[in-house]
T-cell receptor, first 115, second 112 residues
Framework: EADIYQTPRYLVIGTGKKITLECSQT?????MYWYQQDPGMELHLIHY???????EKGDLSSESTVSRIRTEHFPLTLESARPSHTSQYLC??????????????FGSGTQLSVL | AQSVTQLGSHVSVSEGALVLLRCNYS??????LFWYVQYPNQGLQLLLK??????LVKGINGFEAEFKKSETSFHLTKPSAHMSDAAEYFC??????????FGSGTRLLVRP
């Protein structure tokens, strides 16, 4: 089993503030992902990383940035939050078992509200 | 390109009734398909997955899904709904190196 930790669970901030959403995993996985989920909408991949110093933008354009300085840590940053950034952000990491048995584990998410 | 479509943003059933949540996919390659569940205030959990082995896949909590290539469907079913099944359910298809493309989700409501 993989443990994915996200903090904070909820965040309410004012427009223009810089924020960082934390995500960490304790299993030494190389791959980590950030998904964004608006209410009633599908999850969209916004960032992914295949290892230290590897980051790529996902399918949905996002004004956020990510970094991967350590294997276990994959923080997401918004330099200047806006109301349009209000959404749920989910961090994930796959665990590969035997053969093709690979599972994607998700953190509990961060619900961001920008006023 | 891969995509999934979930029919019905809300499904309401009585406790003990059959649960049927619909998912249709589009994929140019043999798909890997998944169902995830999100209980209130919790993260996503994997219910079950199809990886080109048996077409009928059994998951946790009594759920199962059948892969039908001719219908490009992967509907989720459970014979008898429990109150604890109330949650949001997401169908997903794998795209590339374990990136998942999710449907818009179906909220399951279970009436007493």
């Amino acid at each position: 089993e993989a443990d994915i930790y996200q903090t904070p669970r909820y965040l309410v901030i004012g427009t223009g503030k810089k924020i960082t959403l934390e995500c960490s995993q304790t299993m030494g996985h190389d791959k980590m992902y950030w998904y964004q989920q608006d209410p009633g909408m599908e999850l969209h991949l916004i960032h992914y990383s295949y290892g230290v110093n590897s980051t790529e933008k996902g399918d949905l354009s996002s004004e956020s940035t990510v970094s991967r300085i350590r294997t276990e840590h994959f923080p997401l940053t918004l330099e200047s939050a806006r109301p349009s950034h209000t959404s749920q952000y989910l961090c994930a990491s796959p665990f590969r078992g035997q053969g093709t048995n690979e599972k994607l584990f998700f953190g509990s998410g961060t619900q961001l509200s920008v006023l | 390109a891969q995509s999934v479509t979930q029919l019905g943003s809300h499904v309401s059933v009585s406790e003990g009734a059959l649960v049927l949540l619909r998912c249709n996919y589009s994929s140019s390659v043999p798909p890997y398909l998944f169902w995830y569940v999100q209980y209130p205030n919790q993260g996503l959990q994997l219910l079950l997955k199809y990886t080109s082995a048996a077409t009928l896949v059994k998951g946790i909590n009594g759920f199962e899904a059948e892969f039908k290539k001719s219908e490009t469907s992967f509907h989720l079913t459970k014979p008898s709904a429990h109150m604890s099944d109330a949650a949001e359910y997401f169908c997903a298809v794998r795209s590339g190196s374990y990136k998942l493309i999710f449907g818009s989700g179906t909220r399951l409501l279970v009436r007493p």
